[in-house]
């Protein structure tokens, strides 16, 4: 599988969120939702905050912390 990265950092809030609504998620003031509630990163059990998100394959959507990264990596692992 070939996967192109492309930094969300300069990327407006209002195109984060538009590219989240294309996706099926959404966000209130600060956090990205789900079905109107506050998703939750599962590999560290913490909101996932707009400015903070990560949207890797699969429309999975996580925080950028590290442990959430690698956790990612050890569940689906590499992208080669």
């Known amino acids: ?3 192109e990265m492309v930094s969300l950092k300069n990327v407006g809030r209002e195109s984060k969120i ?3 609504r294309a996706l099926g998620y959404d966000a ?3 956090y990205v939702t789900k079905d109107g509630e ?3 990163d599962k590999y560290v059990d913490e909101k996932v905050p707009v400015d903070k ?5 699969g429309s999975i959507v996580i925080s ?3 442990l959430s990264i ?5 569940e ?3 992208w080669d």
């Open 38 to 40: 506050p998703l939750i």
């Open 53 to 57: 998100m990560l949207i890797l394959p």
């Open 64 to 66: 950028d912390n590290p």
């Open 18 to 20: 538009e590219l989240l």
């Open 28 to 30: 209130d003031d600060k």
């Open 70 to 74: 690698a956790a990612y990596f050890e």
């Open 1 to 3: 599988m070939s996967v």
């Open 76 to 78: 689906y692992g590499d």
